[in-house]
């Protein structure tokens, strides 16, 4: 009778198995999520391949973000309208495209925020430093 393996200890091992995989997968979405938006190997802003660990300098203006050349240049003209620099041709930039510009940056610096946080940090001690997020 002493290998008789008890049910509920048998499903109270298994259910806590299950939630420590579940939430070890919501972890590593959370931080592909954030991690890979910021990616060397591609623009911030619209996910192009470029050429990775290289600053995007235009000009004499450092850019602070990781930009392909077209993004880089609307960057730029953002910059440029904001100081009443804008080019009058470009009849797209616009209100809306002044908003799209900020709200982009906001965000970034909300991201920026978040992965300095303390929990943040604790996510990444939690998985490792083998478990990359660009592992599938």
Known sequence: MNKVISLDAKLKISAEYKTAALRKQKIRAVRKMF???????????????????????????????????????????????????????????NHHWLKVWQTWIEYQGAIDQYLRSKEFRRIMEELGPHDHPCDG
Not at 50 to 57: C, D, F, I, L, R
Not at 68 to 80: K, T
């Open 35 to 93: 991690q890979c938006t910021q990616c060397s190997s591609k623009c911030e802003r619209c996910g192009t391949p470029v050429e990775a660990g290289s600053e995007t300098v235009m000009g004499d203006t450092r850019i602070p973000y990781h930009f392909c050349a077209a993004c880089a240049e609307e960057y730029l003209d953002y910059v440029r309208h904001l100081q009443g620099k804008g080019n009058p041709e470009a009849y797209w930039h």
